[in-house]
């Protein structure tokens, strides 16, 4: 069962801070984030694991909350570059990530 | 390094045929996987394989064919082409679970195939 995403999309000026979440109905083992510019494959931003270990991108961070079930990406200081969708990926167990289900994505708009 | 690199970019194809997507990849990745985007939609996986020679199931497999005969390639064939399979098909690799030094998460993503079918 997919992860639900929200919001669906948002529009920041330069600078400004957002949050996208991602929860599910079922246990998590990890999520997993990645942005898309448009016309681009999906590019690798972070891994949460179960039990709090994160690894991933300097720039943004996330935290993963087992009991909800949810993860939350914090996007501190937009630039424009932030620009594009961003999905979550989810799994229940120890499992490869190629094997997670994805999110419909949250549209990112940072105007100058 | 090459990455994951895929082939065609864009196909357009009658309803009926069939055709081969192809997917290689040159970082000595264990797992493979197929995935579909709709417009405006995330990713929907279709097969995934853990090793030559191994390959299941994702979400959306029917209509869909893959083997893997070789770490680097993975094909995924569509056997009698429809218009619901109108799509961007990407392909994506990463390492297998535990490797020290290595993020169990990180999917390396192809640049896609946009598939027509009419």
């Known amino acids: 069962q997919q992860p639900v995403q929200s919001p669906q999309a948002v529009i920041l000026r330069e600078g400004e801070d957002a949050v996208i979440n991602c929860s599910s109905s079922k246990a998590l083992y990890s999520v997993h984030w990645y942005r898309q510019k448009h016309g681009e494959a999906p590019v690798f931003l972070m891994i949460?694991?179960?039990?709090?270990e994160q690894k991933g991108h300097d720039k943004i961070s996330a935290s993963f909350n087992e009991k909800k079930q949810q993860s939350s990406l914090y996007l501190t200081a937009s630039q424009l570059s932030y620009s594009g969708t961003y999905f979550c990926g989810t799994a229940p167990y120890n499992t490869n990530a190629g094997k997670s289900t994805f999110g419909d994505g949250t549209t990112l708009t940072v105007k100058p | 390094n090459a990455g994951v690199t895929q082939t065609p970019k864009f196909q357009v194809l009658k309803t009926g045929q069939s055709m081969t997507l192809q997917c290689a990849q040159d970082?000595?990745?264990?797992?493979m996987s197929w995935y579909r985007q709709d417009p405006g939609m995330g990713l929907r996986l279709i097969h995934y394989s853990v090793g030559a020679g191994i390959t299941d199931q994702g979400e959306v497999p029917n209509g869909y064919n893959v083997s893997r005969s070789t770490t680097e390639d993975f094909p995924l064939r569509l056997l009698s082409a429809a218009p619901s399979q109108t799509s961007v098909y990407f392909c994506?690799?990463?390492?297998?679970?535990?490797?020290?030094?290595?993020?169990?998460?990180?999917?390396?993503f192809g640049p896609g195939t946009r598939l027509t079918v009419l």
């Open positions: 994506a690799s990463s390492y297998g679970l535990g490797l020290a030094g290595k993020l169990d998460g990180e999917q390396f």
């Open positions: 970082m000595n990745h264990e797992y």
């Open positions: 949460l694991l179960k039990g709090g």
